[in-house]
């Protein structure tokens, strides 16, 4: 099971850090990932974080802004989000790939996913 949290309002340029704690079994080695879906848009991929943590990957349009980490003995992927935009405004949603031979970029690739969080960019 996923928990995602941390979502909420804030301004254009402001900041937030949103935390997923899993339970019920470890993901150590299991790559896990944010996705975002904004009304009337299809899910798409934010960001992405290798077991050990040693390797990431964002979406072209958070590059330099956002920034996913993990902890494994808190069993935890968190997304730091600085200078946040009206654009970056979604549901929010964590996800793990246990499959290695699916594409973690892909929302059909994950196969655990938790409930979102909602993130609010607007003055």
């Known amino acids: 099971q996923l928990q995602a949290s941390g979502g909420g309002l804030v301004q254009p340029g402001g900041s937030l850090r949103l935390s997923c704690a899993a339970s019920?079994?470890?993901?150590?080695?299991?790559?896990m990932g944010w996705f975002r879906q904004a009304p009337g848009k299809s899910r798409e991929f934010v960001a992405g974080?290798?077991?050990?943590?040693?390797?990431?990957s964002y979406a072209d349009s958070v590059k330099g802004r956002f920034t996913i980490s993990r902890d494994n003995a808190k069993n935890t992927v968190d997304l730091q989000m600085n200078s946040l935009k009206p654009e970056d405004t979604a549901v929010y949603f964590c996800?793990?790939?246990?499959?290695?031979?699916?594409?973690?970029?892909?929302?059909?690739?994950?196969?655990?996913w938790g409930k979102g969080t909602q993130v609010t960019v607007s003055s």
């Open positions: 996800a793990v790939r246990t499959n290695p031979y699916s594409d973690y970029r892909d929302p059909n690739g994950m196969d655990y």
């Open positions: 019920g079994r470890s993901f150590s080695v299991d790559v």
């Open positions: 974080i290798n077991g050990s943590g040693s390797m990431t």
